[in-house]
């Protein structure tokens, strides 16, 4: 790992709650699931960003990604790839650990950014003390939702 450059670490299958999604139709659409007189609430994709550079941040990502699964109101599609990174803004910190989770949600966007923030303190982040680019032990960013 020492180019500096970002590395590929590790691909990750979906994570997904048994029954929460329609079944393939066959010709690359989703039966949603609605039957007549039978609707869903509205769903939003959002896009949040996983990060982590102290202790075991593989294992953090991971555990965020099932915790996020677990939460009422979303549901986890897809995860990326994770990459070994080079920090920014502060360099004299250790390297991180980045991915990208796509999420399907009835939360509004406050209310996904409550459950992040959440996740990110049962994690163990702390931001007192912590410069704003330092390092912490999980970082979920809603990049877009």
Do not use: K, W
């Not at 949600?105 to 996740?119: E, F, I, K």
């Not at 049962?122 to 912490?136: A, K, M, N, Q, T």
């Amino acid at each position: 790992m020492g180019n500096g450059g970002p590395q590929r670490v590790e691909g990750h299958e979906r994570v997904a709650r048994p029954g929460n999604r329609g079944q393939h139709l066959g010709d690359g659409r989703r039966d949603s699931g609605h039957r007549l007189g039978h609707r869903r609430a509205a769903v939003t994709r959002a896009y949040v960003a996983l990060g982590s550079n102290l202790g075991d941040r593989q294992a953090a990502i991971r555990g965020a990604v099932e915790a996020l699964a677990a939460e009422p109101g979303i549901e986890v599609v897809a995860v990326s790839t994770l990459i070994d990174t080079e920090p920014v803004g502060v360099a004299d910190q250790p390297r991180f650990l980045n991915g990208v989770a796509a999420l399907e949600t009835g939360l509004d966007a406050r209310g996904l950014l409550t459950v992040l923030l959440d996740v990110e303190r049962r994690f163990g982040r702390s931001r007192e003390g912590v410069p704003r680019y330092g390092p912490r032990t999980l970082d979920l960013d809603l990049v877009l939702y």
